[in-house]
Every structure is written in structure tokens, then in C-alpha cells.
């Protein structure tokens, strides 16, 4: 799985959002900025954007994915 494949999956799963990654396709980090974790818990946002990926983590495609989620006010 690429980067872009990978980003273009969180962008369409997390309303909203503007994805940032780097790594390779099985071993990444993110970024993901959105409006729609404003009042969110922590793992709640990681939640979130793991469940837009978790097929893919299940079947081996993706390894490992580090995230960061914020809102636009916490990433200015």
C-alpha cells in the first residue's frame, strides 16, 4: 500500500480533513487536521482514523501507522 493510497483512505474516511504522511507504504506516520475532532478525546480521534484503515491493518497490507490527530486550532 503507498502513501498516497493511504492518505487518499483518511482523507475520504475523516470529513473534512487534511492529511500529511511520511514512511514507507507498511511503516508510516500521519497527520490528520480536522474540524470534526473538536471536543474529542485523544483515542477517540485515533479511533476514528484507524477505522478508516483497519481492513487494510488486518490483512497485513499496512504494518504499522502512527497518528497524530488534531483540530486546525491545535496544528497552527
Given at each position: 500500500?503507498?502513501l498516497d493510497?493511504?492518505q487518499?483512505?483518511l482523507?475520504?474516511?475523516?470529513?473534512?480533513?487534511?492529511?500529511t504522511?511520511?514512511?514507507?507504504?507498511?511503516?508510516?506516520?500521519?497527520?490528520?487536521?480536522?474540524?470534526?475532532?473538536?471536543g474529542m478525546?485523544l483515542?477517540?480521534?485515533?479511533?476514528?482514523v484507524?477505522a478508516?484503515?483497519?481492513?487494510?491493518i488486518?490483512?497485513?497490507?499496512?504494518?504499522?501507522?502512527?497518528?497524530?490527530?488534531?483540530t486546525?486550532?491545535e496544528?497552527?
Amino acid at each position: 500500500m503507498t502513501l498516497d493510497e493511504i492518505q487518499a483512505k483518511l482523507e475520504a474516511g475523516v470529513e473534512g480533513s487534511t492529511v500529511t504522511m511520511e514512511g514507507d507504504g507498511c511503516n508510516c506516520s500521519t497527520l490528520v487536521v480536522s474540524p470534526i475532532f473538536e471536543g474529542m478525546s485523544l483515542l477517540a480521534r485515533q479511533k476514528m482514523v484507524l477505522a478508516t484503515v483497519r481492513e487494510n491493518i488486518d490483512s497485513g497490507e499496512l504494518h504499522a501507522l502512527s497518528i497524530k490527530a488534531r483540530t486546525p486550532a491545535e496544528n497552527s
